[in-house]
T-cell receptor, first 118, second 115 residues
Framework: GAVVSQHPSRVICKSGTSVKIECRSLDFQATTMFWYRQFPKKSLMLMATSNEGSKATYEQGVEKDKFLINHASLTLSTLTVTSAHPEDSSFYIC??????????????FGPGTRLTVL | AQSVSQHNHHVILSEAASLELGCNYSYGGTVNLFWYVQYPGQHLQLLLKYFSGDPLVKGIKGFEAEFIKSKFSFNLRKPSVQWSDTAEYFCAVNARKAAGNKLTFGGGTRVLVKP
């Protein structure tokens, strides 16, 4: 199998605080993980590509100082939303890329984390 | 950069009806194509994918999709839906030359199957 977990599943925080979201690949190693943001009734928007042992690659328009990504091991990536504000409230989803023998390595998705900033 | 559009935002149909969801992409190069499903309260799951070969791809749960290169389309179909097919469906594209296997998603289609 290829299972990806996220923790926490839901978090409510006060404006100005920081929140850390974990993404784990449970039964495979992932040198690359992705972080997405899903707005209500909208699609997934790629925020950044998390690379084990190196800096994350952020998509255009995503503030890297606001959304800190750390890929500390082959099974764990974390997203920290710093100084969160109500507009950061969203559903954050991670995926982990499973290395394979083909030219494309499939992504497996976590269940998502609902962040609400008051 | 590639983009993906899904024509229907919401679809409501009855059990046993046929389903077709449209997906078009814009990208001039070679692509890999995907359909994902997100059941209520669950994570995204891969329904089917197309890399090369037969443009008619069969996936899980009776779904299939057809890649029409000339139309830049990858429409999803199911001949007879069930109540359990109620979910949100996302089309996604990966440009083969794009670094890191990045996926671009369409806006999603919410499907409600009435029993």
């Amino acid at each position: 199998g290829a299972v990806v977990s996220q923790h926490p599943s839901r978090v409510i925080c006060k404006s100005g605080t920081s929140v850390k979201i974990e993404c784990r690949s449970l039964d495979f190693q992932a040198t690359t993980m992705f972080w997405y943001r899903q707005f209500p009734k909208k699609s997934l928007m790629l925020m950044a590509t998390s690379n084990e042992g190196s800096k994350a690659t952020y998509e255009q328009g995503v503030e890297k100082d606001k959304f800190l990504i750390n890929h500390a091991s082959l099974t764990l990536s974390t997203l920290t939303v710093t100084s969160a504000h109500p507009e950061d409230s969203s559903f954050y989803i991670c995926s982990a890329r499973k290395e394979g023998s083909g030219s494309y390595n499939e992504q497996f998705f976590g269940p998502g984390t609902r962040l609400t900033v008051l | 950069a590639q983009s993906v559009s899904q024509h229907n935002h919401h679809v409501i149909l009855s059990e046993a009806a046929s389903l077709e969801l449209g997906c078009n992409y814009s990208y001039g190069g070679t692509v890999n194509l995907f359909w994902y499903v997100q059941y209520p309260g669950q994570h995204l799951q891969l329904l089917l994918k197309y890399f090369s070969g037969d443009p008619l791809v069969k996936g899980i749960k009776g779904f299939e999709a057809e890649f029409i290169k000339s139309k830049f389309s990858f429409n999803l179909r199911k001949p007879s839906v069930q109540w359990s097919d109620t979910a949100e469906y996302f089309c996604a594209v990966n440009a083969r030359k794009a670094a890191g296997n990045k996926l671009t998603f369409g806006g999603g289609t919410r499907v409600l199957v009435k029993p």
